[in-house]
Structure formats: structure tokens, C-alpha cells
């Protein structure tokens, strides 16, 4: 099986989720192999930026796979569940900008995967929701820690308890999502913004990255002792170095 189609256009490391006749719903199989393309992109270092999307023109991700979830027990269900979270953390703490291009339906586990994404562009028909509570389900992806982490606790409690679905346009006024755009513009757009990123000093983005996902679940102390703690740090690499003088003398920097 082939599930995830690997595309690398000048640094930017482009996944594609492809199973189109189940609305790109994810099995094991399919974490599995999405984990697995996701390691590669993080390591290869022909790779600065890597965006997610689905297959084909209706959907992003529709979610856990429902029809297996009805054969899992017990010991199953926690296997399937820390699959997709782990999944979720690979993806969160990928020192490389994870940018969700969101074609269509985010729902369940689909929208818990572009909440651990950096950032998430969507095209104008992306629909979304938390529909677990519909199937006696909760979210198993993070959905119940990270929602409410980029669109606040109460509009968090709103969407998973009342398992409703919004369109790309409402999720763009709740922060949810970060851009909309047409459907055929939408990979463009997210590339051209890629290409912004890769202007940048790598390990820079890689540390503001770590410092922003450390400002959930710590104290502000703590964060601000590894912001000082990382930026004083970064007085000792070549890249602010060269981020640094290149300003001073009036070019542009050239950090790889
Ligand atoms: N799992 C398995 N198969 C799915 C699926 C899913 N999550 N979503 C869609 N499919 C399959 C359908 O069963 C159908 O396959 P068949 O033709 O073999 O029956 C095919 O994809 C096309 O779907 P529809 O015919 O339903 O298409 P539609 O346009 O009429 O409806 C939809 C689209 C509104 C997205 C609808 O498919 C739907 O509601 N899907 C389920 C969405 C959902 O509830 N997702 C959350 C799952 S729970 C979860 O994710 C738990 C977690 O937190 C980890």
C-alpha cells in the first residue's frame, strides 16, 4: 500500500495524504506511513519547510477510520489512539515549519492533525469539526488539548461538545485557521509562504518553533528563562553571525 505521495519542489518537502475513495481517513496503515515520510522530510537535508495536504478537491483528512474503529477492543483502541498522538507530536515538535494546506474536510482526527501543525492554510470549501461526540467518541488526537490552545478554552468546549461543523471562513474569525484562500490557489499560496520561511535563518526558525511550543503547558518564568536562555545561544552560530553582519552591510544574508 501507498498511501502518502512524497514531492520535494526547491526545499519544500510537499505530503500528500492519498487515499481519496475514503476521504483520505486515516488507518494504521496510513499513520504508519505518514509518520514515516514525515521522519524523512525532517532529515533530509534537501528539505527546509513541509506542508501537509490531502488528495484530491474534497477533503484534507474526514478523519479517524470509522469502519475500523467499530472492530477495535480495549488494547486496539489504545493502540490506534497513541498512534495518531504520536503522529500529532512528530509533527508539533518537527524542528522544520509544518504547514497545513487544508483542501477540504478536517474532521476528527483530521483536524487534531492540522492543530498540531505550525501553521494552517485553508481553501475557501475546508470544512471543520470535532465530530466524535456524534459517534460516543472524544477527540484521541489532541483535539481536547490542543483546540482550545489556539482558538481558547470556551469556543474549544463550544466545537467538541456541540460536534458541529464550520466552514473555512468561520474558522479563519476563531484563529483556527491562519489563511483562506481559493482551492486552486491554495498549494501556491502555501508554497509562496514556504518560500518566505526559507529566506530566514533555519536555526532560528527551528528555535523560535521550540520556544513558542514551550509557551503551552509552563510557566511564563520558565518560558522566558529558555527564550533568554536560546537567544543568548544563538550569539554563538555562524547563522546569527551572518544574519547579523550581512544587515550591517547592507545584503542579504546567506545562511545555507
Ligand atoms: N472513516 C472511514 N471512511 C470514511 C470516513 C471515515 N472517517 N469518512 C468518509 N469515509 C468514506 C465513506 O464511508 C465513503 O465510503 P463508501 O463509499 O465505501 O461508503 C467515502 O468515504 C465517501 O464518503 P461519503 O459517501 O460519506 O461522502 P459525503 O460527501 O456524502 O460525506 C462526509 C462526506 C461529511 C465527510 C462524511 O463522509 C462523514 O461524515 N465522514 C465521517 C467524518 C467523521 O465523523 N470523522 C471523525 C471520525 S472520529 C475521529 O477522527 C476520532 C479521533 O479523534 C481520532
Known sequence: ????????????????????????????????????????????????????????EKAFIAGADIKLMQQLDLDGAQDFGKLGQDLTLTIENSPKPVIAAINGFALGGGCEISLACHIRFASENAMFSQP??????????????????????????????????????EANRIGLVNKVFPLDQLLNETIKFANLILQNGPNSVAKSLECINFSSGNTLKDGLNLEVETFTQLFDTEETSEGLTAFVEKRKPNFR
Not at 488539548?145 to 469556543?155: C, T
Open 132 to 169: 466524535e461526540v456524534k459517534l460516543g467518541l472524544i477527540p484521541g488526537w489532541g483535539g481536547t488539548q490542543r483546540l482550545s490552545r489556539i482558538v481558547g478554552k470556551g469556543i474549544a468546549m463550544e466545537l467538541i461538545i456541540g460536534g458541529q461543523m464550520i466552514n473555512a471562513e
Open 1 to 56: 500500500m501507498n498511501y502518502i505521495k512524497s514531492d520535494i519542489q526547491n526545499r519544500v518537502g510537499i505530503l500528500t495524504i492519498d487515499r481519496p475513495d475514503a476521504l483520505n481517513a486515516m488507518n494504521p496503515d496510513v499513520l504508519r506511513e505518514l509518520s514515516q515520510s514525515l521522519n524523512n522530510m525532517i532529515l533530509n537535508e534537501d528539505v527546509g519547510v513541509i506542508v501537509l495536504t490531502g488528495a484530491g
